[in-house]
């Protein structure tokens, strides 16, 4: 698993999403940003992302992941240009 891949999963599964995955192999630290995770907690955010990495955790494919998930604003009030 490379994190190309797991980018393109994520993608996928949450429609107009953007993920940013750093690590590879079974450990990946990932970042999404989607409209999706309005008014959701950071639990429920979360939550989202698993439910897309779900069948590769189960495998083992995937062993560690670190999530932070933002909405398109949160993103730019934590990056401004």
């Known amino acids: 698993m490379n994190s190309a891949d797991v980018e393109k999963l994520i993608h996928s599964e949450i429609e107009g999403s953007?993920?940013?995955a750093e690590g590879e192999?079974?450990?990946?630290q990932?970042?999404?940003?989607s409209?999706?995770?309005a008014d959701?907690?950071?639990?429920?955010?979360q939550q989202?992302?698993?439910a897309c990495l779900q069948d590769l955790i189960s495998s083992g494919e995937i062993h560690a992941v670190q999530i932070k998930a933002f909405t398109p604003q949160?993103?730019?009030d934590k990056n401004p240009a």
């Open 25 to 28: 192999g079974c450990s990946f």
């Open 30 to 33: 990932l970042t999404v940003i």
């Open 48 to 50: 989202l992302v698993y």
């Open 40 to 45: 959701k907690s950071a639990v429920k955010k």
């Open 18 to 20: 953007k993920a940013i």
């Open 74 to 76: 949160q993103w730019q």
């Open 35 to 37: 409209e999706q995770f």
